[in-house]
């Protein structure tokens, strides 16, 4: 178990370094220049240089880079070139509304998901299934952007029964949810419906139904319980894709959040931003993947004891 | 440290996921989630006058803050003078103003018993540290170079403040009227330092109140305001990026002005009850800069004739959804000073013989460099002028590109790039100041400078020359006349239109203007 633990918190390092080079070099790849942002459109050519070299971006991108790494371990992310507010506070303000939108996704994401794939799974071929699959087939297709126009047309321009944009109350966060979460619905809805019909065909379960054990114990204790390993691996996966999915759902209902930040940052060329907050993403990533693995264990002996 | 159990998992993720699921339930249920939203809504809604536009303020200091976000700028801060609808300039903090000294000093006369919102009594003292700020060079002044003329400011009494320029300029009131030069409290600059623009402090009909970014910024009704007073206590500036989300909130309610429309949109709304849509002349034009340095667009008569081979009037139509105006001139219609010229005709024929007479007879390539997607139809325009000059016999290519790389190519060495347009998009608030960036020698052809077309006719910089020496503004006239219709005849651009400034408003509102240069601003705001 802590070999395993350990083993998946050493692999994490290279993973992370790797993730700094492609976030450090991306933005070094891309035309355009950070310190011409910083200096304005009316600077001369002397305050750019200037500026250039304040920012060491007149050194070789190799020293750039190990001198970034250092900074960032240090929580030194330095200044916003749009703002001129240090990038720790802009990324700290922007966390709480990108997580709160994150969660309430993956919240109704696991509730209708497991209960659609479960329903459609103890009704296999029945009208309920019929639905299931196909609410799951339409999520996974709908891209987030059109989902959310159309939501917005629905629920306030057609119906008025919640606002349209912005952030604060539990209702402008119902829209944004029920867009961002559609997609890892419909997967986690799939996801469960094979896993329990793999399950529900075991020869335990059709004993413990000979033996005359109610439908809901066979189906909530004995099915369940084996069927959610998989579904745990998509639920780990899914939030990666919701942080992702944050940057357009922001965009959409106008909400503050991180991933917002970044599409305004990536505009504007704020690189001490965009690099910053890509970190963030990818660190949380990977600690969500890292939880998973420790679940794992948890929930599997065959792990636990390995 | 106590071991959970697979068990105790289990059960405690099943209790949660239940619980969650039952909220989420809840939440669907469509009377509960009305009286949320009756209930949001009602937090001061009726008294609060929103405005939505598209970009998120980068800072809320004028001198910084210099995007198309200039409503909730317009809101907390006054100039000395201010742009009205019909583009003249009428008093705001100044009274009256006045030049002497062969137009090196201007005298303004400030209005009296105006105080900032944090108490601090407004005066020349004000006026002449606002300048300072703008001049400090560690502010992040975005226009910082057009207030290099100011050599001094003088504060001969409280209410009297006299700018020394050099070189005289007669369009230095203009100067005073544009959004940089709103004036700021010196109290709170002192106290907030380069903070100032998260703590903004002016004289304007509302005072900051908050600033959520990318949500809001709001700010509360200055019952102590000089101007016209507000029906509404407070003003809110809603950030929301997505046109499309723009058309929500304005068939919503839930903003009251919505800026910059998307022209798909514009019939749809105008059949919507509870609202108006306007569309209306904007101080910007769209058009391809070529590099004109050397052939073949060193030419005239090229480019007059990759001008006659565009049907302007049927992009507008076509793809522009008539939100467009065709555009006769090399100047700005509706600026002072902007004449217009005989139109040069769609005229694919003629088109081709001057071609033929300029050495092209069997065609030529040509560059468009393009950042798609910087205003609604911009890379449908530019394929329709490829396909219109295909049809001359001229084969273009259109290369897409990020802004950053497109500004670096544009300011690039002209010699460097023979046969390369740019497609941009052109805004300015006076004659002047478009006509020198974008044809005199001195500006066209200068490292850096985003215009850089090589365009040049000396006998056009000696008109520019002569004209900004004068104060006798109807001298000037037939000055700018002469001025621009050589350039008119030099084609130097490949004009395609004037843009349209779209917006919308709910019914019952009142007391604004969008200016030509799209900014709201606020005068006696009501809301019924």
């Given at each position: 178990?802590?070999?395993?633990?350990?083993?998946?918190?050493?692999?994490?390092?290279?993973?992370?370094?790797?993730?700094?080079?492609?976030?450090?070099?991306?933005?070094?790849?891309?035309?355009?220049?950070?310190?011409?942002?910083?200096?304005?459109?009316?600077?001369?050519?002397?305050?750019?240089?200037?500026?250039?070299?304040?920012?060491?971006?007149?050194?070789?991108?190799?020293?750039?880079?190990?001198?970034?790494?250092?900074?960032?371990?240090?929580?030194?992310?330095?200044?916003s070139?749009v703002t001129h507010r240090?990038?720790?506070?802009e990324?700290?303000s922007r966390?709480?509304p990108?997580?709160?939108?994150?969660?309430?996704?993956?919240?109704?994401?696991?509730?209708?998901?497991?209960?659609?794939?479960?329903?459609?799974?103890?009704?296999?071929?029945?009208?309920?299934?019929?639905?299931?699959?196909?609410?799951?087939?339409?999520?996974?297709?709908?891209?987030?952007?059109?989902?959310?126009?159309?939501?917005?047309?629905?629920?306030?321009?057609?119906?008025?029964?919640?606002?349209?944009t912005g952030a604060g109350?539990?209702?402008?966060?119902?829209?944004?949810?029920?867009?961002?979460?559609?997609?890892?619905?419909?997967?986690?809805?799939?996801?469960?419906?094979?896993?329990?019909?793999?399950?529900?065909?075991?020869?335990?379960?059709?004993?413990?139904?000979?033996?005359?054990?109610?439908?809901?114990?066979?189906?909530?204790?004995?099915?369940?319980?084996?069927?959610?390993?998989?579904?745990?691996?998509?639920?780990?996966?899914?939030?990666?894709?919701?942080?992702?999915?944050?940057?357009?759902?922001?965009t959409?209902?106008a909400r503050p959040?991180?991933?917002r930040l970044?599409?305004d940052?990536?505009r504007s060329?704020?690189?001490?931003?965009?690099?910053?907050?890509?970190?963030?993403?990818?660190?949380?990533?990977?600690?969500?993947?890292?939880?998973?693995?420790?679940?794992?264990?948890?929930?599997?002996?065959?792990?636990?004891?390995? | 440290?106590?071991?959970?159990?697979?068990?105790?998992?289990?059960?405690?993720?099943?209790?949660?996921?239940?619980?969650?699921?039952?909220?989420?339930?809840?939440?669907?249920?469509?009377?509960?989630?009305?009286?949320?939203?009756?209930?949001?809504?009602?937090v001061g809604r009726e008294a609060t006058f929103v405005v939505a536009d598209g970009t998120e303020p980068n800072s809320l200091d004028p001198a910084v803050g210099t995007g198309p976000f200039q409503a909730i700028i317009n809101a907390m801060f006054d100039g000395l003078v201010q742009w009205n609808e019909?583009?003249?300039?009428?008093?705001a903090l100044?009274?009256?103003?006045?030049?002497?000294?062969?137009?090196?000093?201007?005298?303004?006369?400030?209005?009296?018993?105006v105080?900032f919102h944090d108490?601090?009594?407004f005066?020349?003292?004000?006026?002449?540290?606002t300048?300072?700020h703008i001049?400090?060079?560690?502010t992040p002044a975005t226009r910082?170079?057009?207030?290099?003329?100011?050599?001094?400011?003088?504060?001969?009494?409280?209410?009297?403040?006299?700018?020394?320029?050099?070189?005289?300029?007669?369009?230095?009131?203009?100067?005073?009227a544009d959004g940089s030069a709103k004036i700021v409290s010196?109290?709170a600059l002192?106290?907030y330092?380069q903070d100032f623009g998260r703590h903004p402090v002016g004289t304007g009909p509302f005072a900051f109140e908050e600033w959520v970014p990318n949500d809001h910024v709001s700010a509360s009704l200055n019952t102590a305001y000089w101007g016209p007073g507000s029906g509404v206590r407070r003003f809110l500036y809603h950030p929301i990026p997505e046109s499309?989300a723009r058309?929500?909130v304005l068939?919503?309610g839930e903003a009251d002005v919505v800026l910059d429309l998307?022209?798909?949109?514009?019939?749809?709304?105008?059949?919507?009850?509870?609202?108006?849509?306007y569309?209306?002349?904007a101080q910007?034009?769209?058009?391809?800069?070529?590099?004109?340095?050397?052939?073949?667009?060193?030419?005239?008569?090229?480019?007059?004739?990759?001008?006659?081979?565009?049907?302007?009037?049927?992009?507008?139509?076509?793809?522009?959804?008539?939100?467009?105006?065709?555009?006769?001139?090399?100047?700005?219609?509706?600026?002072?000073?902007?004449?217009?010229?005989?139109?040069?005709?769609?005229?694919?024929?003629?088109?081709?013989?001057?071609?033929?007479?300029?050495?092209?007879?069997?065609?030529?390539?040509?560059?468009?460099?393009?950042?798609?997607?910087?205003?609604?139809?911009?890379?449908?325009?530019?394929?329709?002028?490829?396909?219109?000059?295909?049809?001359?016999?001229?084969?273009?290519?259109?290369?897409?590109?990020?802004?950053?790389?497109?500004?670096?190519?544009?300011?690039?060495?002209?010699?460097?790039?023979?046969?390369?347009?740019?497609?941009?998009?052109?805004s300015?608030s006076?004659?002047?100041?478009?006509?020198?960036?974008?044809?005199?020698?001195?500006?066209?052809?200068?490292?850096?400078?985003?215009?850089?077309?090589?365009?040049?006719?000396?006998?056009?910089?000696?008109?520019?020359?002569?004209?900004?020496?004068?104060?006798?503004?109807?001298?000037?006239?037939?000055?700018?006349?002469?001025?621009?219709?050589?350039?008119?005849?030099?084609?130097?651009?490949?004009?395609?239109?004037?843009?349209?400034n779209l917006w919308g408003a709910r019914?019952?509102t009142k007391g604004f203007v969008v200016l030509p240069s799209g900014d709201f601003v606020p005068g006696g705001l009501r809301r019924?």
């Amino acid at each position: 178990m802590f070999r395993h633990i350990a083993g998946r918190l050493l692999w994490a390092v290279p993973v992370l370094l790797g993730v700094s080079v492609i976030v450090f070099g991306l933005l070094k790849l891309i035309p355009g220049d950070a310190a011409q942002v910083m200096a304005g459109t009316d600077a001369t050519a002397a305050d750019v240089e200037a500026i250039r070299q304040q920012l060491g971006l007149d050194r070789p991108v190799y020293v750039q880079y190990v001198r970034w790494l250092g900074r960032l371990s240090r929580l030194d992310l330095g200044r916003s070139a749009v703002t001129h507010r240090p990038v720790v506070y802009e990324i700290a303000s922007r966390i709480p509304p990108t997580a709160e939108l994150a969660a309430a996704a993956m919240a109704l994401a696991v509730a209708l998901g497991l209960a659609m794939g479960v329903a459609a799974s103890t009704h296999q071929h029945s009208i309920w299934d019929v639905t299931a699959s196909l609410a799951a087939a339409v999520g996974v297709s709908m891209p987030i952007f059109w989902l959310g126009l159309m939501l917005m047309m629905i629920f306030s321009v057609g119906l008025r029964w919640l606002p349209s944009t912005g952030a604060g109350t539990f209702a402008q966060l119902v829209l944004p949810a029920l867009t961002l979460g559609s997609t890892s619905m419909a997967i986690i809805a799939r996801q469960a419906r094979s896993a329990m019909l793999e399950v529900l065909q075991q020869d335990y379960l059709r004993t413990a139904r000979a033996k005359g054990v109610t439908r809901w114990v066979v189906v909530m204790r004995h099915g369940f319980r084996n069927a959610v390993i998989p579904i745990v691996t998509v639920v780990g996966l899914q939030l990666g894709y919701l942080l992702s999915g944050t940057v357009l759902t922001e965009t959409v209902f106008a909400r503050p959040g991180l991933g917002r930040l970044i599409v305004d940052s990536i505009r504007s060329r704020d690189v001490a931003v965009v690099q910053s907050a890509v970190m963030v993403l990818s660190v949380t990533f990977i600690v969500v993947n890292l939880a998973v693995d420790v679940l794992y264990a948890y929930l599997d002996p065959r792990i636990r004891f390995d | 440290m106590k071991r959970i159990r697979r068990r105790e998992l289990l059960k405690q993720t099943a209790a949660r996921t239940a619980a969650v699921a039952l909220a989420a339930g809840a939440g669907a249920v469509p009377s509960i989630l009305r009286s949320t939203v009756a209930r949001a809504a009602s937090v001061g809604r009726e008294a609060t006058f929103v405005v939505a536009d598209g970009t998120e303020p980068n800072s809320l200091d004028p001198a910084v803050g210099t995007g198309p976000f200039q409503a909730i700028i317009n809101a907390m801060f006054d100039g000395l003078v201010q742009w009205n609808e019909k583009g003249q300039i009428q008093p705001a903090l100044a009274t009256s103003w006045t030049s002497s000294g062969g137009g090196r000093i201007w005298t303004f006369s400030l209005r009296p018993g105006v105080r900032f919102h944090d108490g601090t009594p407004f005066g020349s003292d004000a006026v002449k540290a606002t300048i300072a700020h703008i001049l400090d060079l560690s502010t992040p002044a975005t226009r910082r170079g057009n207030y290099l003329l100011i050599k001094d400011v003088l504060t001969p009494d409280e209410h009297t403040v006299r700018f020394v320029t050099d070189p005289p300029n007669p369009d230095f009131p203009l100067l005073m009227a544009d959004g940089s030069a709103k004036i700021v409290s010196p109290a709170a600059l002192k106290t907030y330092g380069q903070d100032f623009g998260r703590h903004p402090v002016g004289t304007g009909p509302f005072a900051f109140e908050e600033w959520v970014p990318n949500d809001h910024v709001s700010a509360s009704l200055n019952t102590a305001y000089w101007g016209p007073g507000s029906g509404v206590r407070r003003f809110l500036y809603h950030p929301i990026p997505e046109s499309a989300a723009r058309v929500v909130v304005l068939k919503t309610g839930e903003a009251d002005v919505v800026l910059d429309l998307p022209p798909t949109d514009m019939d749809a709304l105008r059949h919507e009850s509870g609202l108006a849509v306007y569309a209306t002349p904007a101080q910007t034009i769209a058009e391809l800069e070529p590099a004109q340095t050397k052939p073949p667009l060193k030419d005239v008569r090229v480019r007059r004739a990759l001008n006659m081979a565009i049907d302007k009037d049927a992009i507008i139509k076509g793809i522009m959804r008539g939100f467009a105006k065709p555009l006769h001139s090399p100047g700005i219609p509706g600026l002072w000073g902007s004449f217009d010229f005989a139109p040069v005709p769609y005229d694919p024929n003629q088109a081709r013989q001057l071609l033929a007479a300029a050495g092209f007879g069997g065609g030529m390539d040509l560059t468009i460099n393009i950042t798609a997607g910087r205003w609604a139809g911009d890379l449908q325009v530019v394929q329709a002028v490829q396909g219109y000059w295909a049809n001359v016999g001229v084969r273009s290519t259109v290369r897409q590109m990020d802004f950053a790389t497109l500004l670096v190519g544009s300011s690039s060495d002209p010699d460097a790039r023979p046969g390369a347009l740019t497609s941009l998009v052109k805004s300015s608030s006076y004659i002047d100041y478009h006509l020198y960036r974008m044809y005199d020698s001195e500006a066209t052809n200068v490292p850096g400078t985003q215009q850089r077309t090589g365009y040049g006719n000396p006998e056009v910089d000696k008109l520019l020359a002569q004209e900004r020496s004068m104060f006798d503004q109807p001298q000037r006239l037939p000055i700018l006349k002469r001025a621009q219709q050589l350039i008119w005849q030099d084609q130097p651009l490949i004009y395609l239109f004037q843009m349209v400034n779209l917006w919308g408003a709910r019914a019952g509102t009142k007391g604004f203007v969008v200016l030509p240069s799209g900014d709201f601003v606020p005068g006696g705001l009501r809301r019924t």
